[in-house]
């Protein structure tokens, strides 16, 4: 019998101190749903409450979907990850990047990591603009020669490959509804929100919207510039909401996140449906090369980036070999294969914690593993 009020504790804590307005949190252990906790407001301005089916911006979490995509495709052998995205994506051989390879986007390594000059929202939803602009791009440092986090076009970039690898050529959101959320028995892990869905997702705010933002000219801005700044003025916005934008925009409910997650922390299967080998996703929690390179677009911090895209161990996860995903504002989603564990947390109160202890997230990412009678490993 699993005590969930450790849980259920944590998030009502995190709401009373004004951290946070609505939680879900959504666990599997063994392939089976253990906890599945929600409380809060989704639109604190006209008091409606959290529901089991309440929707969530999560934000760079959606890399390891897109991510999880371009697997599936090397599962099927119609993607090499050494060879040039070029292969699939002429275009993008402009500027000197024709050397630059699947694994060099998957890991960070590509070049690309700024958004193009002039993007507004609306071009951001434009797919084919973004595409055409990211692979006319100079890179910034040669191909496989430097780490420079993708924080936004690693989504337009995984997503080109997933497409042109694809014999029906499927945009990368429709790709994942029947690759991934079909299979999985998944209805809402959207890259693209249809309009039926769209009265179900949270109103987000965010706590840090009075704090400067960095300078315009720091790569970090650059990489995520003010005019489609992962924040609720842009990404509350329904056009932008109903656009797949592959690394940054997805909306998920945190039940389905959690199965996503699942999947993976069992192997790459779950339900007696296999999506990748085993073999392959225990490749997952091996760190890329220059792992622990400080990465100029995060004001030089290292980014512990596994070989398959994913985020690896860490303080926030309860293992060092579990693989994870953060998003903008302390979303976040992790696979701990070790103890076939996957946790998804999604909320609509942003907030960047400067210091672990004023973390709002990881008392309630605590609260699982205790309940759960699991060993935080980190």
Same mark, same amino acid.
């Given at each position: 019998?699993?005590?969930? %009020?450790?849980?259920?504790?944590a998030i009502r804590a995190a709401i009373? =101190? %004004?951290?946070?307005? =609505?939680?879900?949190? =959504? =666990?599997?252990?063994? %392939?089976n749903l253990c906890i599945d906790i929600w409380d809060g407001l989704a639109d604190p301005e006209k008091g409606i409450p959290a529901a089991a089916d309440? &929707?969530?911006?999560?934000y760079s979490v959606t890399k390891a979907v897109a991510a999880t995509a371009l697997h599936i495709q090397a599962e099927k052998g119609l993607v090499d990850y050494d060879a040039p995205i070029a292969d699939y994506w002429p275009e993008f051989a402009q500027n000197g990047k024709d050397k630059a390879t699947v694994r060099h986007a998957l890991t960070h390594r590509a070049g690309? /990591? &700024?958004m193009p000059e002039g993007v507004t929202s609306e071009l951001m939803c434009d797919s084919q603009w973004m595409a055409s602009q990211i692979a006319a791009m100079e890179p910034l440092a040669r191909p496989g020669e430097k780490t420079l986090y993708q924080s936004m076009t690693f989504g337009w970039i995984i997503g080109e490959i997933v497409q042109r690898s694809d014999p029906r050529k499927r945009p990368l959101g429709q790709f994942v509804q029947d690759e991934i959320a079909q299979p999985l028995g998944l209805k809402d892990l959207w890259i693209g929100l249809p309009d039926a869905v769209a009265s179900r997702v949270a109103v987000?705010?965010?706590?840090?919207?009075?704090? /400067?933002?960095p300078p315009e000219a720091t790569l970090y801005a650059r990489s995520m510039p003010h005019a489609v700044d992962l924040v609720p003025r842009v990404f509350g916005r329904p056009d932008v909401q109903r656009a797949c934008i592959a690394g940054v925009g997805g909306i998920f409910s945190a039940r389905d996140e959690a199965r996503f997650w699942a999947m993976l922390a069992g192997g790459g299967e779950l339900d007696g449906v296999r999506l990748l080998s085993a073999d392959r996703v225990a490749s997952f929690s091996n760190i890329r090369d220059n792992g622990d390179e400080p990465d100029p677009v995060m004001f030089g911090m290292p980014i512990p980036i596994s070989c398959g895209g994913y985020w690896l161990g860490g303080h926030r996860v309860s293992n060092p070999r579990a693989i994870w995903h953060p998003g903008a504002g302390g979303s976040i989603g992790w696979a701990d294969p070790d103890q076939n564990l996957a946790i998804a947390i999604c909320h609509n109160r942003m907030f960047n914690a400067r210091d672990p202890q004023d973390d709002p997230i990881l008392p309630i990412s605590k609260a699982i593993i205790a309940s759960l009678g699991l060993e935080w490993k980190s």
């Open positions: 019998m699993i005590d969930d %009020g450790p849980v259920r504790a009373d =101190a %004004g951290h946070e307005e =609505a939680v879900h949190v =959504a =666990a599997y252990h063994n %392939g309440t &929707l969530y911006n999560v690309v /990591p &700024l987000m705010s965010n706590r840090n919207e009075n704090d /400067p933002p």
